[in-house]
């Protein structure tokens, strides 16, 4: 069975501009969540969608936002990039959308904001 | 603030030995506690979990210690090798949210 991908792998942008990032779940999973990594603040939660809805959203900006379609896959996109945006974003596919279902990570996309 | 605190931050140990890293939180509608692994350029790749009815769980060399009334959590890899030398990650979600409360992180080397 595949795992998670995201595309793309790497990513450069500059301040200002806007960026779309892909995530495919694992066959037969309905939730995806999307994680930010940085060095200082380590991995945090952004948003969760289960059956296209958006069930639970991290503590960040408006500027970040998902959506998920019909098949699960999920994109998010963040909008007027920021310096402190770069880091490592992580999309999580599960099952169901219980506590105790175990997610499954993908490699992540690595966004540089120059 | 930081839901759930993990210590050590880097932590060395012979081969053979035992790796310990700590964890504790202070929420406790957190339901779930799952650990982990993460090799550089890899996403997280879960290692073992616990639910808090149950104080100890064994998989291989792998265990988590559960307090529940100390509100603290531990992973303890025995006879760890050199292809445990990973960052691992604490972590805890509440019932019915999918949403998992990441620790700091452990950087984990193993001395052959």
């Known amino acids: 069975k595949a795992g998670v991908t995201q595309t793309p792998r790497y990513l450069i942008k500059t301040r200002g501009q806007q960026v779309t990032l892909s995530c495919s779940p694992i066959?037969?999973?309905?939730?995806v969540s999307w994680y930010q990594q940085t060095p200082g603040q380590g991995l945090q939660f952004l948003f969760e969608y289960f059956s296209e809805t958006q069930r639970n959203k991290g503590n960040f900006p408006g500027r970040f936002s998902g959506r998920q379609f019909s098949n699960s896959r999920s994109e998010m996109n963040v909008s007027t990039l920021e310096l402190g945006d770069s880091a490592l974003y992580l999309c999580a596919s599960s099952r169901l959308a219980f506590s105790t279902d175990t997610q499954y990570f993908g490699p992540g996309t690595r966004l540089t904001v120059l | 603030q930081q839901q759930v605190k993990q210590s050590p931050q880097s932590l060395i140990v012979q081969k053979g030995g035992i790796s310990i890293i700590n964890c504790a939180y202070e929420n406790t509608a957190f339901d779930y506690f799952p650990w982990y692994q993460q090799f550089p350029g890899k996403g997280p790749a879960l290692l073992i979990a616990i639910r808090p009815d149950v104080s100890e769980k064994k998989e291989g060399r792998f265990t988590i210690s559960f307090n529940k009334s100390a509100k603290q959590f531990s992973l303890h890899i025995m006879d760890s090798q050199p292809g445990d030398s990973a960052t691992y990650f604490c972590?805890?979600?509440?019932?019915?949210?999918?949403?998992?409360?990441f620790g700091t992180g452990t950087r984990l080397t193993v001395i052959p």
């Open positions: 066959s037969g999973h309905r939730s």
């Open positions: 972590a805890a979600s509440r019932a019915g949210a999918n949403n998992l409360f």
